[in-house]
């Protein structure tokens, strides 16, 4: 599956093929670096750590707050089983900085400790809650926007639509980025076994870890499967080297279809999560999602 691969990530993937881990040795690391030890510029952001029930929260919003601001939910990667929200506070600070948004970034549980629906039901409990206190966050209610990359793409979505069954809050635009979709093994899976990248391996333990020993599986566990109609605006991007490509196009096949207002982007030679490098291409992807969002935000 490298044949093609995009040629600013060759020196990436030379690297994590040193650097590789095993699904285990993913789960049993899931130690993560606090973001006050971590030093990259939050300039002109305010960050603080807060609890909404047992949740641990990071918000991270402009020092100089207004009223009426756009809130965004964020909901980090990491197969349902590792990750943690202090990894994706230099990936978030963009939408504080050009659009004057608080970030909210949930420690959602993991599996397999916490299977399904612990994970959707953090999140849920975050949407209630922001949208119940916007007026105290200064959070403009109509401009709820919900996001997040790979597991976080299917936490986004699973939320986006437990919201619409449950006539729950109003939520403006979903935005999952090369999101986890489908729970059931796919031939097309099978070309993606390099420990470099998010491979078949990886996805069926980290599925088995969420949805462990279930037949019947919830549309809310595997968006892939859920009736689309009645969403908000989505918008999306996938590379083309992505275990999830082809999963998340025939997704976004279904959303047209059901005639939701959806906006795709394939990124050519491009793998898994290529949008967290420093490189151009991961630029280009990132701009453009921020020019999305502005318009979705108008």
Known sequence: MMNGLHPELFESINRKLKNSRTFEQL??????????????????????????????????????????????????????????????LPYVTDFVQHFQAVVFIPQYRLAPENPYPAALEDGYEL????????????????????????????????????????????????????????????????????????????NKKSWRAYLPGTDNISPYASPFYANVEGLPPVYTFIGTHDLFYEEVCEFVDKLQQARVQVQFDIYQGCTHGFDLEEIPIAREAKNRLLNIISKLLK
Request: glycine residues 8%; neutral net charge; proline residues 7%.
């Open 27 to 88: 789960i049993m690391n899931r130690s993560f670096v606090h973001f006050s030890e971590q030093n990259y510029q939050l300039e002109n952001c305010s960050i603080e750590e807060m609890m909404i029930g047992n949740i641990r929260i990071i918000r991270i919003q402009p020092k100089n707050a207004v009223q009426n601001m756009p809130g965004f939910i964020w909901f980090h990667g990491g197969g349902m089983v590792f990750g943690s929200p202090d990894d994706s």
């Open 127 to 202: 949407l209630k809650w922001i949208s119940e206190h916007a007026s105290s966050l200064n959070i403009d209610p109509m401009k709820i926007i919900i996001s997040g990359g790979s597991a976080g793409g299917n936490l986004a979505l699973a939320i986006a639509l437990k919201s619409r069954d449950e006539i729950g809050p109003k939520i403006a635009a979903v935005l999952p980025l090369y999101p986890m979709l489908d729970a059931k093994e796919r031939p097309f899976h099978k070309k993606f076994t390099s420990p470099a990248i998010w491979n078949a391996e990886k």
